[in-house]
């Protein structure tokens, strides 16, 4: 169903569409409409892997539906999930810090859709990409205490306990 929103012009159903992602519902109008005309909507498919640790990363992903897990991993030791982010969140902050290689994996946990915005086109409009900075400086926060959390849990807390 969404796929068919993937390639239209910019109308207000196309901004309804994004607006399932709480990050851009609270962007201005005008900074949404920017957004919408430098991106797209794609499906997340259980399993797809938007960006392999230690690759570039050269997409935004705002979330619609569905989630995404950050996963890492060291050497040949298991990965770990290390947080979940769903339409509350984005994926690729770093970009906006101007750091396009992560250790993180970033792996599709529950199909969805996600509104993806290109690193080139996002520096082509600089009043959009400095608000989207200022904006996720509070999301990053937030991640950065999810991965302590995570890391603390799994030193501390034995696997059944951390499942209850």
Known sequence: ?????????????????????????????????????????????PG??????????????????????????IDDHASMGMALIGRAGMLGVTLLAGISTVPIRMVVQEAGSAFRVSVQALQAQP???????????QSMSLLLALFANTAVCASFHALRPRLA
């Not at 796929?3 to 851009?24: D, E, K, Y």
């Not at 392999?52 to 991993?73: I, K, N, R, T």
């Open 127 to 137: 009043e959009t990409s400095a608000m989207l900075s200022r904006m996720t400086t």
């Open 1 to 45: 169903m969404l796929g068919a929103f993937t390639n239209f012009s910019l109308t207000a159903g196309r901004l309804v569409i994004i607006n399932h992602n709480l990050l851009i519902q609270v962007l201005p109008q005008d900074l949404q409409a920017d957004l919408v005309s430098m991106g797209k909507v794609i499906s997340l498919a």
């Open 48 to 73: 797809d892997v938007l960006c392999d640790d230690s690759e570039d990363l050269h997409y935004l992903y705002f979330p619609l539906s569905g989630c995404v897990s950050l996963v890492a991993s």
